[in-house]
């Protein structure tokens, strides 16, 4: 052994167990917490998979399916309604511009009074943070199904239900960018001499504004897949076109369709990207 090593013996090796049993391994007590922790999860998921009768017949079963529809996907064709395919499409994108936008512009005085810095009040607050909880609780979809119910099929169904669904959540985005804004700039305006309203547009507004505009963006992306979705149960736009593709078991034209969808939602992607990029001031927009 070396001179510079000090010897470790059994009553050092006992007195450090003592001190930092963790160290040295699980005490039995926490390894058997462990497996029962473990043997728990195990007879939870095996239940699941029961109550579900999920079986390997079944998916192998599944698989096959889809391998048949694939096949059968190839190759993709638009058939004889190219020009309905192009317009239940730009239907969803219209439909997902503007309910995002209605939902951004709405959510901007929303997000004001759900910031702790400008509303002092904390039951107003907390009362106000609750409701956006209970809208962001809420699907599109199941928004789609309500408003489907109130004002007809068409695509006014699925502007209001991605506009509903937006509404709250942008609010909490917006309210938590608010919160974090930079204070000197607001507390400068108001050493200036304005007041209320004021310090919120000049003093707090242009710092969060490029976040604001970016998350709305990024929605608009987003809810361009979720138009999609919306017009299967009958909101309009392209969903529709590729609900009674699939009811009809025209397979290569829904495979057009989801083509179609890919290369819209890669454009919006690309696009509002190099837009947020431009606004966050991360990257020139060329």
């Not at 392209?238 to 290369?263: N, T």
């Amino acid at each position: 052994m070396s001179p510079g090593l000090a010897t470790i013996d059994a009553a050092a090796v006992a007195a450090a167990r003592a001190k930092v049993p963790a160290a040295f391994g699980s005490p039995p007590t926490q390894r058997v917490l462990r497996w029962l922790g473990w043997l728990a999860f195990a007879a939870w998921l095996g239940t699941v998979l029961w109550w579900f009768d999920v079986s390997p017949v079944r998916i192998w079963n599944g698989i096959a399916g889809v391998m048949t529809i694939l096949r059968l996907m190839v190759p993709p064709s638009p058939g004889e309604h190219l020009d309905d395919i192009l317009r239940g499409l730009s239907e969803s994108v219209a439909m997902a511009f503007l309910g995002t936008v209605m939902a951004a512009i709405v959510a901007v005085p929303l997000g004001f009074l759900g910031a702790r810095n400008v509303a002092t009040s904390l039951l107003f607050r907390f009362s106000l943070r609750r409701v956006f909880d209970g809208f962001r609780g809420v699907d599109q979809l199941i928004w789609a199904l309500v408003y489907v119910r109130a004002v007809g099929l068409g695509p006014l169904a699925g502007v209001l239900a991605i506009f509903t669904a937006d509404i709250a959540v942008l609010a909490k985005l917006y309210a938590e960018a608010i919160e974090n804004a930079e204070k000197r700039q607001a507390e400068g305006v108001a050493s200036a001499g304005a007041r209320g309203v004021l310090v919120m547009r000049f003093g707090i507004l242009p710092q969060v504004l490029p976040v604001m505009l970016a998350q709305a963006l990024y929605y608009f992306e987003s809810n361009t897949r979720s138009a999609a979705i919306l017009g299967i149960v009958g909101a309009g736009g392209i969903g529709l076109q590729v609900a009674e593709r699939i009811r009809i078991r025209a397979w290569d034209e829904v495979a057009f369709i989801i083509i179609l969808i890919l290369l819209t939602v890669a454009a919006i992607d690309l696009l509002s990207s190099r837009l947020r990029q431009r606004l966050i001031g991360t990257a020139p927009l060329h």
